[in-house]
């Protein structure tokens, strides 16, 4: 009922900038936080940027200064725009965004992923 959509991804310069995007759809009532996760090959899958709904963001250090998340609450989208992207950045990129599918005293919040895109900069 829910799906996320990463864009975006592909293969860049050392040094270059990337913008990633990612749409929400389906059956949403309300959004909380969003966020962006990445998962370099043998590694775990590592948050570096969030983002609540009042607008408050939180970064990992590694891409402090160089990354910027941002949402959009009318179009259910998040962003993240990369600069000066080094090869230490190469990895899959995910989406993920707790969201209620219905109202109420108690709503229904739950984590989705999107599928993934990958980032690969080239030294």
């Known amino acids: 009922q829910v799906q996320l959509v990463e864009s975006g991804g592909g293969l860049v310069q050392v040094g270059k900038s990337l913008r990633l995007s990612c749409a929400a759809s389906g059956s949403i009532f309300s959004i909380g936080v969003m966020a962006w996760y990445r998962q370099a090959p043998g590694k775990e899958r590592d948050m570096i940027a969030t983002?609540?709904?009042?607008?408050?963001?939180n970064y990992a250090d590694s891409v402090k200064g160089r990354f910027t998340i941002a949402r959009d609450g009318e179009k259910n989208t998040v962003d993240l725009q990369m600069n000066n992207l080094e090869p230490e950045d190469t990895a899959v990129y995910y989406c993920v965004a707790e969201i209620a599918t219905r109202g109420g005293i108690v709503m229904d919040y739950q984590y989705y992923w999107g599928q993934g895109t990958q980032v690969t900069v080239s030294s």
């Open positions: 983002i609540n709904s009042r607008g408050s963001t």
